[in-house]
């Protein structure tokens, strides 16, 4: 079992910039790669950047060149360096991790936190 607690959601005004941070507990040596997805209201959640274990990034067209994510060197907390933030940025993220389990792989979330971008 993994736990994932996320922190520093908050309200921004457009141009800002807010750093995510979310730490995983429990079975964490099986972690392999870690995410943020993001969901606004009456939309599907979306990827917003994955870093796998060997440190390979990917990121969504929207927020490439302003968000940045990256993981500590345990590999266990994972951040998202949010800047010039736009109103569209608006939403609930979500922290992401797959973890091997019994020769195959399971996904846990956090709680999500609230992201609000005023314009």
């Known amino acids: 079992q993994v736990q994932l607690v996320e922190s520093g959601g908050g309200l921004v005004q457009a141009g800002g910039s807010l750093r995510l941070s979310c730490a995983a507990s429990?079975?964490?040596?099986?972690?392999?790669?870690m995410a943020w997805y993001r969901q606004a209201p009456e939309k599907q959640r979306e990827l917003v950047a994955k870093?796998?274990?060997?440190?390979?990034?990917n990121y969504a067209d929207s927020v490439k060149g302003r968000f940045t994510i990256s993981r500590d060197n345990s590999g266990n907390t994972v951040y998202l360096e949010m800047n010039s933030l736009k109103p569209e940025d608006t939403a609930v993220y979500y922290c992401?991790?797959?973890?091997?389990?019994?020769?195959?792989?399971?996904?846990?979330w956090g709680q999500g936190t609230q992201v609000t971008v005023s314009s």
């Open positions: 992401n991790a797959i973890v091997a389990v019994s020769g195959t792989f399971r996904s846990y």
């Open positions: 429990g079975s964490t040596f099986s972690i392999g790669a």
């Open positions: 870093i796998n274990s060997g440190g390979a990034l």
